[in-house]
């Protein structure tokens, strides 16, 4: 499974973004997906996560309400539209796939079993 994640920038606080996660290789349909971020220092924590028919949805407490998760089974595409950013957004994004998981949508890293190379997220203040 390749993923490679792409969206990221520069904006100011306030501001929108949406990131992108091609992914290859394999039946994108029967993943779990979710998108993590890490900032410098900080451990890598979860974002967001949705299940391999987007019938469910999780959102860390710190974007729910501003962050919404997608994917397109069609395109092999997951996004992650980011509206009403701030400056503690700021992180290196990392789409990831849970092959294993079946129907549950976990939130730890180590449940994760392929990870795409990050994309930048810089908010201004």
């Known amino acids: 499974v390749q993923l490679q994640a792409s969206g990221g920038g520069l904006v100011q606080a306030g501001g929108s973004l949406r990131l992108s996660c091609a992914a290859s290789g394999r039946t994108f349909s029967n993943y779990v997906m979710g998108w993590f971020r890490q900032a410098p220092g900080k451990e890598r924590e979860f974002v967001a996560g949705?299940?391999?028919?987007?019938?469910?949805?999780y959102y860390a407490d710190s974007v729910k309400g501003r962050f919404t998760i997608s994917r397109d089974n069609d395109k092999n595409t997951l996004y992650l539209q980011m509206n009403s950013l701030k400056p503690e957004d700021t992180a290196v994004y990392f789409c990831?796939?849970?092959?294993?998981?079946?129907?549950?949508?976990?939130?730890?890293?180590?449940?994760?079993?392929?990870w795409g190379q990050g994309t930048q997220v810089t908010v201004s203040s």
């Open positions: 949705i299940s391999r028919t987007s019938s469910t949805k």
């Open positions: 990831a796939a849970d092959i294993n998981s079946g129907l549950r949508v976990g939130r730890a890293p180590n449940e994760y079993d392929y």
